[in-house]
């Protein structure tokens, strides 16, 4: 499939699972995720870029010193960000675009943050590397997501979930964001699994240039 194909086809997806995204979310949050929106969004400092943004979940997990750019393939999600925004009284920058092509200059932003959606985004690489990209040196990724478990067993369910998931919404069970982030050149400054290894999140930073 071409990638202007497949880029239509993600964003006809998302913008469908748009009407019904906060009460999926909501249930996952209660059983798996638990509090791991404002441990990532609690960490965010200076100017933030916050990567598939959907409808605006973290908004109100943000400390209120920060300045938040918010960026989604769907523009159904960030119609409904942009409503949460307005409703917490909250100056946010909404944008339209591609988590592979982020619409920004270089060394712009002192954090990225992603939740639950690197899972979803076809090429992993490519999406930290333009994180990385718009990262200032010293800065700050925050990821949380759900990845491949620890447990044998639980992975053979998240490969068979995997058969009727990427097809329909490209959504991956099998994958672990940290060996990019590593392989992008970030340091690891925490990080944490749970629910069976099935949640990771984590911090890193980019180093300062020599």
Known sequence: MAAEDRATRWQRHWDKQSRTYDKVMGFWER???????EWICSQASGQ?????????????????????????????????AGDRAAGLGRDVDLRHGNAHELPFDDDVFDTVVCTFSLCAIPDVERAVSEMRRVLRPGGRLLLADHVASSSRLARGVQRGLELVTIPIGGENFLRRPINQVRAAGFEIERSERFKLGLVERLVARLPERG
């Open 31 to 37: 059983r798996l995720f638990g509090d791991s929106r």
């Open 48 to 80: 933030v870029l916050e990567v598939a943004v959907g409808t605006g979940l973290n908004l109100p997990c943000y400390p209120g010193d920060v300045t938040v750019t918010g960026i989604d393939l769907s523009e159904q999600m960030l119609a409904i």
